[in-house]
């Protein structure tokens, strides 16, 4: 394998990379797929700078294996589902402006009863904050309707 041919599949890697493409283990898998091609590469010359290519990435690897938030948790994600179902039927502009800050009061008030139901602290604000633009809306239509 020529170098370029090389630096073409490290730099779609990179592309990836910077367009939030891949997730940490698909930057793993390239990592892994680089190093393979890393090893075909003829000129020994050549096969020292795919090498430092490499090393960046992993470089890059590691540092997002470090910062990587922890995956979230099965209650989490199952109230966000909910919490986000909860939110597009408040959001909707059906009845009077009453009825609407009704419905959104209900919305804020599910909402916290959905995190509640986490136990992480995080996820827990995570949801809660879901609210804010529901508590928002109804003031502001409380605001126009005076």
């Excluded at 898998?29 to 003829?42: F, G, I, M, N, S």
């Excluded at 602290?121 to 633009?133: H, T, V, W």
Aim: glycine fraction near 4%; charged fraction near 30%.
């Amino acid at each position: 394998m020529r170098y370029d041919e090389f630096r073409a599949a490290f730099d779609a890697v990179q592309q990836a990379c910077l367009e939030a493409r891949l997730n940490v283990d698909g930057l793993a898998a390239e990592v892994d797929r680089l190093t393979v091609l890393r090893d075909q590469v003829e000129l020994r010359s050549d096969r020292e700078q795919a090498a430092s290519d490499v090393a960046s990435l992993a470089d890059l690897l590691e540092m997002a294996r470090r910062t990587a938030p922890p995956p979230a948790s099965p209650e989490y994600e199952k109230a966000y589902r909910e919490a986000s179902a909860v939110m597009a039927e408040a959001n909707g502009p059906d009845g009077s402006v009453a009825e609407r800050v009704q419905r959104i009061q209900r919305a804020i008030k599910k909402i916290g009863k959905l995190a509640d139901r986490v136990d992480d602290p995080g996820e827990r604000f995570n949801l809660l904050k879901l609210a804010e633009p529901l508590a928002m809306l109804a003031s502001s239509l409380q605001h126009t309707a005076r």
